[in-house]
């Protein structure tokens, strides 16, 4: 009877799916790091989060790394006439008591040549480099394919005319357009 119950429960945790979780550094709280299941032959994914500065200093999201893709870049979305963009930008600004919130449609952590697939309930290893902050390391759940928002997290609020929407501070790359 005891050891069906510890079965049971063993059976149980190793199939509950990965929830969204708060990571806090000295600087900063990392709040619902998450990314979607990608397709087999997909090469490219993003991580999105919110993050907010603890200690009233402003600070700047410049980078970040992870062993299942070749680089990371942060990207945001622009309208450019009637098709969104997306551009690589320099960095994201976090301002002092504040918070940003990396969505899609606006600011993300892109993962560029992926190693493997991004497979729902599992976890993406990330390094996010910051100005201030320096290097912080977080762990993002993967959600479904068609996710909108981390699973257990806040639903961000999607303001096609938001300022992370406007080309301010892009810096030119390569984009990908998208119909409206």
């Known amino acids: 009877m005891i050891k069906t119950f510890l079965a049971a429960v ?5 199939t509950l799916p990965a929830t969204a979780h708060v990571e806090e550094s000295e600087h900063l709280t990392i709040s619902y790091p998450w990314s979607r299941a990608t397709a087999p032959n997909q090469k490219v994914g993003a991580v999105f989060m919110e993050i907010s500065t603890k200690d009233g200093k402003a600070d700047r999201l410049i980078g970040g790394s992870t ?6 870049e942060i990207h945001n979305h622009i309208m450019d006439g009637d098709v969104m963009r997306m551009r690589r930008v320099d960095g994201v600004e976090i301002p002092a008591g504040g918070s940003v919130m990396l969505a899609p449609g606006g600011y993300h952590v892109m993962l560029i040549g992926l190693k493997a697939p991004l497979f729902e309930e599992t976890v993406i290893p990330l390094t996010l480099i910051f100005e201030n902050a320096g290097t912080v390391e977080i762990e993002a759940v993967v959600e479904a394919a068609g996710a909108r928002a981390a699973s257990g997290g806040p639903m961000p609020k999607m303001d096609m005319k938001h300022e992370s929407m406007k080309n301010d501070g892009m810096k030119q790359g390569e984009g990908h357009g998208m119909s409206k």
């Open 67 to 72: 062993p299942d893709a070749e680089k990371v």
């Open 10 to 14: 063993i059976l149980l945790t190793a």
